[in-house]
């Protein structure tokens, strides 16, 4: 029986990859699991942890929560519809914004 080569050590590449990031990159992975607001063209606006991105720019969140287009205050997001993870087109985003905690001294968003 043929034996299958080894797997390299956890971690390893991680590491190699994470000394040879730009300045960019490095403030994307520092947003990975941060709860994004997201407003598109359409008006509606979403607020979801960020999971990824890719070449062309379209996000993805994921633990969605899409609320009413006047609704002001976010943080009460049973006044939103869960859809779950979404991927958004940049081509439809209007804005990101990093959403604070509700216990936050400073801006509701920075």
């Given at each position: 029986m043929e034996q299958r080569p080894e797997s390299p050590a956890q971690g390893k590449t991680e590491i190699k990859m994470e000394e040879r990031d730009t300045p960019a990159i490095s403030r994307l992975r520092a947003l990975l699991g941060k709860e994004l607001r997201i407003v598109i063209r359409d008006g509606r606006v979403f607020l979801g942890q960020f999971a990824c991105t890719d070449k062309e720019l379209n996000l993805?969140?994921?633990?969605?929560?899409?609320?009413?287009?006047?609704?002001?205050?976010?943080?009460?997001?049973?006044?939103?519809?869960?859809?779950?993870?979404?991927?958004?087109?940049?081509?439809?985003?209007?804005?990101?914004?990093?959403?604070?905690?509700?216990?936050?001294?400073?801006?509701?968003?920075?």
């Open positions: 993805v969140l994921t633990q969605v929560y899409e609320l009413p287009v006047d609704f002001q205050n976010d943080h009460l997001v049973e006044n939103g519809r869960f859809v779950g993870m979404l991927m958004f087109p940049w081509a439809h985003i209007v804005s990101v914004e990093l959403h604070a905690a509700p216990n936050s001294d400073s801006d509701e968003y920075t």
